[in-house]
C-alpha cells in the first residue's frame, strides 16, 4: 500500500504566504484514502524534516512560491534533491525553509520519497498590517483548484500503484 503525505507549508501572519496552510486546512476536511496523511506543518520545519524520514512513497508539498507568473498562478514542480547537500545539519526549529527541511532530512541520511511542490504564486508576503489575517484574492481563489490538482496527483499514483499490483499478480 503506497503512503503519501500531504505537507502544508506556510506563516499565516504572512499574507498569502499562508497558502499552503490553508489548502491542509481544507483538504483534511474532505474524505481522502486512508493512505493519505495530510499535516499542516505551518512554519514548523524541523517536524517536516522529521516526517520525510517516515517511510512515505510520496510527499506533495503545498507552498507559495515565486515563479514570476500571475499571483493566483499554480505549478506542480519537482525539487531537486539530487542536489541537496547531504551534509547540511541545520534546519531553523522556529522557521521553515523547505530546502533546509530536505537537507536536513537527507543529512541524517534519509532516502527520500518522490516529492512535488505544489505552489502557488503569491500575490504578497508581507505581514498583516491591519490584523486581519487573510490571503489575497487571486490567491484564495487559487485554494479549490489547488486541491482539485492535489487530488488528482493522489488518485494518479494510487491507480497507478493498484495497476502494478495487478500486473505483478497477473504475471
Known amino acids: ?4 503525505l500531504v505537507a502544508g507549508i506556510g506563516n499565516v501572519f504572512l499574507g498569502d504566504d499562508a497558502f499552503g496552510v490553508e489548502v491542509a486546512r481544507r483538504l483534511v476536511q474532505r474524505p481522502l484514502p486512508e493512505e ?7 512554519i514548523r520545519g524541523l517536524d517536516l524534516a522529521y516526517a520525510l524520514l517516515d517511510g512515505y512513497d510520496l510527499a506533495l508539498l ?3 512560491v ?3 507568473g500571475a499571483p493566483g498562478t499554480l505549478y506542480v514542480l519537482e525539487p531537486d534533491t539530487d542536489n541537496c547537500n547531504r551534509n547540511e545539519q541545520t534546519v531553523d526549529a522556529h522557521g521553515m525553509v523547505p530546502e533546509q527541511a530536505i537537507q536536513f532530512a537527507r543529512g541524517l541520511g534519509a532516502n527520500l520519497p518522490p516529492l512535488r511542490l505544489i505552489g502557488c504564486e503569491p500575490a504578497t508576503l508581507d505581514s498583516v498590517e491591519d490584523g486581519v489575517l487573510r490571503l489575497s484574492e487571486p490567491v484564495q481563489a487559487a485554494v479549490e483548484p489547488a486541491i482539485e490538482l492535489i487530488q488528482c496527483l493522489i488518485e494518479e499514483v494510487l491507480h497507478k500503484a493498484e495497476a502494478e499490483t495487478t500486473s505483478q499478480l497477473h504475471a
Do not use: E, L, W, Y
Open 66 to 68: 515565486r515563479r514570476c
Open 1 to 4: 500500500m503506497k503512503r503519501i
Open 36 to 42: 493519505v496523511t495530510v499535516i499542516d506543518f505551518g
Open 62 to 64: 503545498i507552498d507559495a
